[in-house]
């Protein structure tokens, strides 16, 4: 008799608990079976976001930078300009472009100005302006294509 009493002891503790984990698991199940679902509805998503297309566009330039350190930048209008036309939301594309660059080439810090001893040049849909380069002193050290150019100042 009193194994029927423990029983109904060892039910009434674990009833609750059991319950829990039953919900857990059925909503666990529902959501996998849900994401796999919607991504057999986009397989090539993934791989076309715009930060994976910046992260391939920029990655043969990593060769030729220093595992840490620092690079200045440059594009087709002057830094302070898009600084400038991002706080009036215009052009937030450039900056948009000058911040993925950052984030893709860390550890090495890029710099907003064109004044470090090795300078990326990221001209999108544009060439580069020749006056503010030699402004810059900026002598083409290799181009990418697409809009890259890794640049050297002159000394």
Do not use: W
Not at 53 to 72: K, M
Not at 144 to 155: A, H, N, Q, S, V
């Amino acid at each position: 008799m009193e194994t029927m009493s423990e029983m109904g002891f060892l039910f009434n503790r674990y009833r609750g608990r059991a319950g829990y984990l039953l919900l857990i698991t059925c909503a666990l199940y529902a959501s996998v079976l849900l994401l796999y679902e919607k991504a057999a509805q986009f397989p090539g998503l993934s791989l076309e976001d715009p930060v994976s297309v910046h992260e391939r566009r920029i990655e043969p330039l990593r060769a030729y930078l220093p595992d840490r350190g620092a690079v200045g930048y440059v594009t087709a209008l002057d830094i302070e300009k898009v600084f400038a036309r991002e706080r009036a939301l215009r052009d937030v594309e450039l900056l948009g472009h000058f911040i993925l660059t950052q984030y893709t080439l860390a550890p090495v810090s890029v710099y907003a100005r064109p004044d470090r001893p090795l300078v990326v040049g990221n001209f999108i849909g544009t060439r580069p302006d020749q006056a503010l380069l030699d402004r810059y002193g900026l002598v083409p050290l290799r181009d990418f294509g697409d809009g890259l150019i890794l640049y050297r100042r002159k000394e």
